[in-house]
């Protein structure tokens, strides 16, 4: 009877090990590289999960890139691999051909992030991303979200918004030093390097560069530029400071590409005289 009870032990202990071994073993996970509608290989055939898809700009620069931020809803059945497909698609949601963009299947996050390629062609475009999560079976669960660009055609300006000087008075005279701060603005909708120049103009009409530089702006940015100590007024009279910037290729508005401030310079002993006067009011 000891013999047949430790038996039958073994027997339950194997049976039980069998059990725990179908358990673990699952069918294969989300499979995105197959870049079709998921529910040909996973799920019952509906659209049983949540997805939300949001490009990281609704605007778009032709060929620029841009990135999607994909979400699933849990599988209630368990935990599994998760995937995505994107497909090229119509404002209602028609199924196109494949942009070639997929990812997942490398563990159970509910979130992803695809990086994505505007075309070329100024436009509104729609996509729809399909998600997963589940094996290739009935507990696999689908979801998909239809999401829009518009590429807008590229815009190319750039400005200087400001020209400020330093010290900021009225009047300087012969041998004082002067420095300036200028504002560079990217007005389009494109990134730009451009060539930003500040120059200075004698009362006698000869021309300097005081200094040239490159500066790099994405759309919409903004920058300042010190220039400290870069000018000695040689002579009195009228100065004439201009801050510029590019133009850059394609650029049609250049009437904000400079920003001229005059700058009037008095003999030292003319100044000396002036706020001796102005002090004795």
Known sequence: MKMKALVYVALAALAAAAVVGVVKAKPADARPNQQKD??????????????????SSATVAP???????????????????TGYWIA?????????????VYGGNTGTQQSH?????????????????????????????????????TVVAPVHDVAVDYLGQDP????????????????????GNVGETFTATLTAKTPSS????????????????????????VLTYS?????????????VAGETNTDDNTWVRPRTVVASATLAVARRAHRGR
């Open 38 to 55: 998921c529910t040909q290989c996973h799920g019952d055939g509906t659209y049983a999960a949540t997805v939300t898809a949001t490009p």
């Open 63 to 81: 060929g620029a890139t841009y990135t999607v931020g994909i979400t699933i809803s849990e599988n209630p059945s368990g935990t599994f691999n």
């Open 88 to 100: 090229n698609s119509t404002a209602a949601g028609a199924t196109g051909t494949s942009t070639g």
């Open 113 to 149: 992030t695809a990086t994505m390629t505007a075309p070329a062609a100024p436009g509104t475009y729609y996509y729809k991303v399909f998600a997963v999560d589940g094996p290739t079976d009935n507990t696999g669960v689908v979801g998909f979200k239809v999401y829009s660009i």
């Open 168 to 187: 900021r008075v009225r009047r300087m005279s012969v041998g004082d030093v002067g420095g300036f701060f200028a504002t560079y603005a990217n007005l």
């Open 206 to 229: 000869s021309t300097s560069t005081l200094d040239t530089r490159s500066v790099t702006l994405a759309a919409g940015a903004t920058t300042t530029v010190y220039y400290p100590g």
């Open 235 to 247: 002579s009195a009279g009228v100065w004439t400071i201009t801050a510029t910037a590019g133009p």
